[in-house]
């Protein structure tokens, strides 16, 4: 594992706000495959030192710059900086060396990043680790595993259990989403194959209908690589919980989402109740996944609730 200082200005747009910097926090070589992790950084400008929010996003498809907007706004709003990190993604790697990528990406802000700004500009001791849907199980995960842990982690509509019942029965194509075949996905579904960093968007990336073939074929545990009980354990993460505990939680999760549903939170937030640990679960009624995805979306229960802790 190497952090490299190698520093280039993004394609992401930045807004007048912010400073947007794209940085390479890990080069790794596999016997198959050579992968680049890069990460934009987002900053407003203060005379105050910004704490770092990490933002994680799928695990089979997606990239760093589809960043919900909220996040974008929160810099500015909040005062903190918006790390949006691009990991090698399934199957091609597995679950256990995605985590590797992630847990490469917070060594390199907690150990690296200050020294790309002037003094006294970021507070790389106060984190926050955000995702959505599959970036909320890293979220997760990492509030399980990384040491220290995050100040405080904030997952969205997050996969909690590749062994669920959601996970292990076929389920529809949601929200009329193409419903692509095995001979379809053929090329992205081999293990073997050229890992890659970054998705495009549906539809116009192939790869983007990844998971909804996953859905109807109800094998996300086998696209992890963790097939059994067994190796599927340390990602179960209710049953993680109480050994490993979790820091201060708020979970985003709507009571309609046909794309991870909602009792894949429920049994974290009730596990952590029953553990006695701080947890928030936001769980708004006829909601879909994406349900943060509008221009217009706000959480201030949600942002107040990170900065408390962050």
């Known amino acids: 594992m190497a952090s490299i200082q190698a520093i280039e200005q993004s394609s992401i747009k930045p807004s007048a706000h912010w400073n947007t910097t794209r940085y390479i926090y890990r080069k790794r070589r596999s016997k198959r495959q050579f992968c680049s992790g890069f990460m934009a950084v987002d900053y407003c400008k203060s005379q105050y030192m910004q704490r770092m929010v990490g933002r994680l996003e799928s695990v089979r498809q997606g990239r760093r710059d589809l960043l919900a907007g909220h996040m974008r706004q929160g810099v500015q709003t909040y005062g903190f900086a918006c790390i949006s990190a ?53 979220a997760l995960l990492t509030g399980l595993y990384v040491t220290p842990k995050p100040q405080v982690i904030i997952p969205i509509y997050p996969i909690t259990d590749p062994l669920g019942l959601f996970f292990t029965q076929p389920q529809p194509a949601p929200n009329r989403r193409y419903a692509a075949s095995k001979e379809e996905m053929a090329a992205f579904l081999d293990p073997k194959a050229t890992s890659v960093a970054s998705c495009g968007k549906v539809p116009d990336d192939p790869r983007s209908h990844m998971y909804v073939y996953m859905l109807r074929a109800a094998n996300l545990a086998e696209l992890w690589g963790v097939p059994d ?52 679960y936001e769980r708004p009624h006829g909601k879909d996944h994406f349900l943060d995805n509008s221009p217009d979306y706000q959480s201030e229960a949600m942002y107040s609730f990170m900065m408390r802790y962050l």
């Open 229 to 280: 009980e067994q190796s599927a354990q340390p990602y179960r993460i209710s049953r993680n919980i109480h050994r490993y505990r979790l820091p201060p939680t708020y979970l985003l999760h709507g009571d309609a989402d046909t794309a991870v549903g909602v009792e894949q939170s429920d049994e974290v937030a009730g596990t952590m109740l029953g553990c006695g640990m701080p947890v928030e």
């Open 86 to 138: 691009d990991y090698c993604l399934a199957p091609q790697a597995n679950v256990t060396e995605i985590f590797e990528d992630v847990k490469a990406c917070i060594d390199f802000i907690r150990n690296d990043l200050a020294s790309h700004f002037e003094k006294d500009t970021l507070d790389v001791s106060r984190l926050a680790v955000s995702g959505s849907s599959a970036g909320g199980f890293l």
